[in-house]
């Protein structure tokens, strides 16, 4: 095994860690470590820990308990489980944060010693062409493709075969808004078509 | 490990799909879940990961009577939310065009919907674990081929919540995480939590259109459309045939669903790509008449079952 696997296998590891629920801030720092010379991730995690950070002062001024239930009427109430109005932030959220930035962080990295170049986040440029067909790339279990799969040049994780010019990419995103817009309708209230549509991000 | 007795009874309140499931079953456990996130009122963060990025929202979830109030909010600049006030749908904040009212059916086999897991997915126990520092049991829904991706949830161990979900390539990978980063639970919001803005500029009311009788066998026989489908994966059926430019066909197996548009401009190159969950394929495929269609495909599956869909378009005479 080079060293590039060995690398990518802990990237694996830890992450499988944060997805599990198991890990803890130092595995995070190992992999981050990584990321030294990348502006981009560098960026978004400072982003996430201020986010974190907000979220953990909010909870600290509320209370520390993140997941307040009410009862079943006439039970007795632990006073860490009163229920209030608003939120309760507090440490829970980090984890999360965690667990999410650092797959952010290993999507980027990628297989090679160097990170792959990405464009501005905004700015629509037509996708490379490729050989073949790509499938999504691993997050926590085996790497699907190739080495050369993992350089994307749209907003989104577009990966492809074919070319696909920035016309073509706003086409394509207004009727993947459209099905999302359907399944939201169709899908009678459930949470997840809800969170894609939300979540959806337009071209430019 | 049993299912918490409030979400069982929730579940059991909610009706006769609640009795499918064996008590403490994987089932059981989805059952409680649907039923709690329609009956318990929450507000609560989440984060929405997928490998280009995560995104931040805030959910606020409460009724009104017996009607569900629901608002979606993203966190992280855009400024779309989405406002639910029981059979009334506001998207707020989309910069563009809204579909017309005719193109929006509300088809009777609801899509995600797991408190009917189709055959084509198998339910099983997972660990019970911490999520949160909450007791979670996980539930796996996985796939018996690979034409459909997995579910894999964690739900909360006292109101059966979930408070982490993603959705799993077949052969294991994650491609979306959805996760409650802090979730409130018992109150319900106050009702100007869901006020309408003064200028509210999508409206989408849920009104049923057209959709097929849902046993038409498979592969699905269009009755609006001059084409016919060779090959839909397997447990997938048609949901809706929708006839306007461009023409669509919704098709689903209950969790996952696809969009065809035959669209008679034919303006895109060819293109198949993986955006996280959601395959797209563009195609050209010839009528009968020798005319060639944009065909595209969109779905949360597995691109080589996009590909296939795509692929197994054919024309019929408007006539037979």
Redesign the interface.
């Known amino acids: 095994m080079t060293d590039d696997q060995k690398r990518e296998a802990r990237l694996r590891q830890a992450l499988s860690a944060l997805v599990d629920g198991e890990a803890h801030e130092l595995e995070v720092s190992q992999v981050l470590a990584k990321a030294k010379g990348h502006d981009e991730v560098k960026a978004r995690w400072a982003r996430y820990q201020l986010v974190s950070a907000a979220l953990q002062a909010r909870g600290a001024a509320q209370g520390a308990v993140t997941v307040a239930t009410t009862p079943p009427a006439g039970a007795a109430l632990p006073a860490a489980a009163t229920p209030r109005r608003g939120f309760g932030w507090g440490s829970f959220a980090l984890a999360a944060s965690l667990t999410l930035a650092l797959m952010v962080v290993l999507r980027t990295l990628g297989p090679g010693s160097e990170p792959a170049p990405r464009l501005a986040a905004l700015t629509p440029t037509p996708a490379p062409s490729l050989a073949v067909p790509l499938q999504p790339v691993a997050l926590g279990g085996e790497r699907s493709s190739g080495s050369a799969a993992v350089q994307i040049t749209m907003p989104r994780a577009w990966a492809s075969s074919g070319e696909l010019g920035p016309g073509a990419a706003r086409h394509l995103q207004t009727l993947m808004r459209r099905h999302a817009e359907l399944n939201l309708l169709d899908s009678a209230g459930s949470l997840v078509p809800a969170v894609r549509l939300v979540a959806h991000s337009e071209a430019p | 490990m049993k299912v918490p007795a ?1 979400a069982f009874l929730m579940a059991a309140l909610a009706g006769p799909a609640a009795s499918a499931g064996a008590p403490g079953s994987g089932e059981a456990w989805l059952e409680a879940m649907t039923a709690a ?2 009956a318990q009122a929450y ?15 805030r ?1 606020i979830h409460g009724h009104h009577g017996s009607a ?1 109030y ?1 608002r ?3 966190l992280d600049g ?1 400024g ?3 406002l ?1 006030r029981g059979d009334e ?1 506001y ?1 707020l904040g ?3 065009e809204s ?1 017309s009212e005719a ?5 009777r ?6 408190d009917a897991i189709p055959e084509s997915y198998e339910v099983r126990l997972g660990a019970r ?6 007791k979670a049991q996980q539930v796996r829904v996985d796939p018996r081929d690979s034409y459909r991706f997995a579910y894999h949830l964690w739900l ?1 161990a ?2 059966a919540l ?1 408070l982490r ?2 959705m799993n ?1 077949p ?5 979306e ?11 319900e919001p106050p009702e100007a939590a869901f006020q309408v803005p003064d200028s509210a500029p999508h409206q ?1 009311p ?1 009104v049923p259109a057209f959709s097929p009788d849902a046993e038409v066998g498979t592969p699905p026989t269009l009755r609006r459309l001059p084409w016919r489908l060779a090959w839909v994966p397997p447990g997938f059926k048609l ?2 045939e929708i006839a306007e430019a461009p023409a ?1 066909l ?1 098709l ?1 197996d209950g969790l996952a ?1 696809v ?1 065809v ?1 035959i669209d008679a401009a034919v ?12 395959a ?1 394929v ?1 195609r050209h495929r010839p009528h009968c008449d020798g005319a060639a269609y944009q065909i ?1 495909v ?2 949360e599956v ?3 079952a996009a ?1 296939r869909i795509a692929e197994s378009l054919h024309c019929t005479d408007a006539a037979s």
Do not use: C, W
Request: proline residues 8%.
């Open positions: 409030f996130l329609r507000e609560g963060l989440l984060s929405y990961a997928r490998e280009d990025g995560v995104t931040e929202l959910l569900i629901e979606l909010s993203r855009e779309k939310e989405l639910r749908v998207f989309a910069q563009d579909l193109a929006l059916p509300l088809v086999h609801p899509v995600a919907n797991f674990v911490t999520v949160g520092g909450r909360d006292e109101t979930p979900l993603t390539h052969q294991g990978a994650p491609v995480v959805m996760q409650f980063r802090a979730l409130a639970v018992g109150e989408h849920l949901l809706a669509m919704r689903g669903t969009t548009f303006e895109d190159a060819p293109v198949a790509l993986q955006d996280g969950p959601t797209a563009v595209t969109i779905g597995p691109l080589p590909e």
